[in-house]
């Protein structure tokens, strides 16, 4: 294998991962989301038999607040998850530069050695007689 054909490879295969990545991000963010949600209709289910949305209120149901907890920390891992991800795509856009660069390398270098391995042709006109 050629050292440039072990580079592209190399390069392809970081930035599939730093895809893959980035799909794992999308993916926690989305579950997080959800739970999120589901922690809402809990906390309004519980608001609503209690019949108090007052947090402060004395009687809010514990349950209640412990979901709000839930659900902000959730949130705060989504925002953290967002800042993973501008990272992640900018990482990726390097990654696909490097690769471009690794390939447009040995583009020009197989071309090269192309005109290299082919033998010369003959000089016709030395066959005629």
């Given at each position: 294998?050629?050292?440039?054909?072990?580079?592209?490879?190399?390069?392809?295969?970081?930035?599939?991962?730093?895809?893959?990545?980035?799909?794992?991000?999308?993916?926690?963010?989305?579950?997080?989301?959800?739970?999120?949600?589901?922690?809402?209709?809990q906390?309004?289910?519980?608001e609503?038999?209690?019949?108090?949305?007052?947090?402060?209120?004395?009687?809010?149901?514990?349950?209640?607040?412990?979901?709000r907890?839930?659900?902000?920390?959730?949130?705060?891992?989504?925002?953290?998850?967002?800042a993973?991800?501008?990272?992640?795509?900018?990482?990726?856009?390097?990654?696909?530069?490097?690769?471009a660069?690794?390939?447009?390398?040995e583009?020009?270098?197989?071309?090269?050695?192309?005109?290299e391995?082919?033998?010369?042709?003959?000089?016709?006109?030395?066959?005629?007689?």
């Open positions: 294998m050629k050292p440039r054909e072990s580079l592209v490879r190399l390069k392809l295969f970081q930035v599939k991962e730093k895809r893959r990545q980035l799909g794992q991000l999308d993916l926690m963010m989305g579950e997080f989301e959800r739970m999120a949600s589901e922690l809402d209709a906390i309004q289910s519980e609503k038999k209690a019949g108090i949305t007052d947090m402060s209120h004395f009687a809010y149901p514990t349950f209640a607040k412990a979901a907890q839930r659900r902000d920390n959730l949130f705060g891992s989504i925002r953290d998850l967002i993973q991800k501008e990272a992640a795509e900018a990482s990726l856009a390097e990654a696909e530069a490097e690769l660069k690794a390939e447009a390398l583009t020009r270098d197989g071309k090269v050695r192309d005109t391995e082919r033998p010369a042709a003959p000089d016709r006109r030395a066959m005629i007689g």
